[in-house]
């Protein structure tokens, strides 16, 4: 099974993603957890370029072929293999990332991005993809404290300097983006506990576990 985890910065996502590999690998299964971008070698560097506040000069095409870079890097050195033997993947963002913050927040033709990626990972769609909903202002303050804590402040938080009205747009894309793919994408209210939102996400999780070998 392939499964992504998307959201605004604070939504929680690597909590719920850690909780998915609890529950999977408490049933026994074997899973991998990544993430983008940085989920591979090169894609670490690529990190490194995309996130840096340094970089704030980069245009939206520029952004969006080094996403795409770091993906088909990703898809083909880590995920496709982890699949092919059997394991479950877990990514902390994947394809709809690019589609919702370089289209629905940079304004790049969504459906050119949505052709990009399929090239990209050529044709490798998530089972499923949960979008964590929150308020962006709640996000924000969540992401803020956290690239503090762990001292990212200077290195990582192109994004989360950006104004609210990004981020809101950023929340608009993602419900906009999940009515599109209702079968594939699921909206979880990110409200809450820990344990309240991985209860809306275990569902989703049971359901697909019961068509997968
Ligand atoms: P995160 O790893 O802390 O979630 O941060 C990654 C940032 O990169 C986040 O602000 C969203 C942004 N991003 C894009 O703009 N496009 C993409 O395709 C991906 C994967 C991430």
Known sequence: MFITF?????????????????LLASLGRRTLQTREPGGSPLGVRLRELLLNV????????AELFLYLADR?????????PALETGLDVLSDRYADSTVVYQG????LDIENLFQLN???????????????DLE?????????????AQGLTEKEGRFEAEALD????IRAGYRAWTERHPGRIKLVDATGSREEVFA???PWLRGLMAGCP
């Open 6 to 22: 998307e959201g605004i910065e604070g939504s929680g996502k690597s909590a719920m993603l850690e909780l998915c590999r609890a």
């Open 54 to 61: 340094e970089n704030s000069r980069i245009i939206p095409e």
């Open 72 to 80: 088909a890097q990703h898809v083909r050195e880590v995920i496709r």
């Open 104 to 107: 629905y927040g940079r304004g």
């Open 118 to 132: 399929d090239l990209a990972v050529q044709g490798l769609w998530p089972d499923l993809t949960l979008v964590l």
């Open 136 to 148: 962006v202002e709640t996000g924000l303050q969540r992401a803020i404290k956290r690239n503090r």
């Open 166 to 169: 990004f981020h809101a747009k």
């Open 200 to 202: 809306r996400i275990e």
